[in-house]
């Protein structure tokens, strides 16, 4: 069974940074890509960020420039660095993976980290 936890969310002023980090575990035989999407209260979740199993990155133009997607060094893992924060990205962010696991190609979801910005 898969697993993806996230953890580093929390309560920061805008102008601040922040990172969030998520960590898959479990039965994984090869990672496609792994992404960061967000969810503010009554909005739609959307896609943030996302980086491929090649290093290659796609950014949402709300964060281009002020948010990085990285890869652990283990590629289990994904961070988001979160620079220049505004309040409007006060959200539940929510990691995710495209990955082979013991059901084959599936698409498997953290339960998400609030993400909090203050004015």
């Known amino acids: 069974q898969v697993q993806l936890v996230e953890s580093g969310g929390g309560l920061i002023q805008a102008g601040g940074s922040l990172r969030v980090s998520c960590a898959a575990s479990?039965?994984?035989?090869?990672?496609?890509?792994m992404a960061w999407f967000r969810q503010a209260p009554g909005e739609e979740r959307e896609l943030v960020a996302r980086?491929?199993?090649?290093?290659?990155?796609l950014y949402a133009e709300s964060v281009k420039g002020r948010f990085t997607i990285s890869s652990g060094n283990a590629k289990n893992t994904v961070y988001l660095q979160m620079n220049s924060l505004k309040p409007e990205d006060t959200a539940v962010y929510y990691c995710?993976?495209?990955?082979?696991?013991?059901?084959?190609?599936?698409?498997?979801w953290g339960k998400g980290t609030l993400v909090t910005v203050s004015s």
């Open positions: 479990g039965t994984i035989f090869s990672i496609n890509a």
């Open positions: 980086i491929t199993s090649t290093g290659r990155t």
């Open positions: 995710n993976a495209d990955l082979r696991g013991s059901d084959g190609w599936m698409d498997y």
